[in-house]
Nanobody
Framework: VQLQACGGGLVQPGGSLRLSCAAS????????MGWYRQAPGKQRELVAI???????NYADSVKGRFTISRDNAKNTVYLQMHSLKPEDTAVYYC???????????????WGQGTEVTVSS
């Protein structure tokens, strides 16, 4: 199973970006899908997570500005980011709980990270 994230880049404060992350491989089922971020010198933190039943959780710092969504037919999760701030600068990683045709147990997989820089 692989997670491929894309959509990062350089944006001015107040701008918007949309990240996407597609899962591929011998996927039987996907549970949660989420986004984490890690700023320089800081620990990785949860940004947003969407569960298979649709329940969503956001970090307080992004509530009202970021929206997570998923397309189950495409095994893809999105993160729409608006009103970006310099403190949103980080490498963003996608994450998913996936079961495969080899094993029905759910394992956690990570994408490679996509860099978001918010700067004027």
């Amino acid at each position: 199973v692989q997670l491929q994230a894309c959509g990062g880049g350089l944006v001015q404060p107040g701008g918007s970006l949309r990240l996407s992350c597609a899962a591929s491989g011998s996927i039987f089922s996907i549970g949660h899908m989420g986004w984490y971020r890690q700023a320089p010198g800081k620990q990785r933190e949860l940004v947003a997570i969407i569960h298979s039943g649709g329940r969503i959780n956001y970090a307080d710092s992004v509530k009202g500005r970021f929206t997570i969504s998923r397309d189950n037919a495409k095994n893809t999760v999105y993160l729409q980011m608006h009103s970006l701030k310099p403190e949103d600068t980080a490498v963003y990683y996608c994450n998913a709980g996936v079961s495969t045709y080899v094993s029905t147990a759910f394992y956690i997989y990570w994408g490679q990270g996509t860099e978001v820089t918010v700067s004027s």
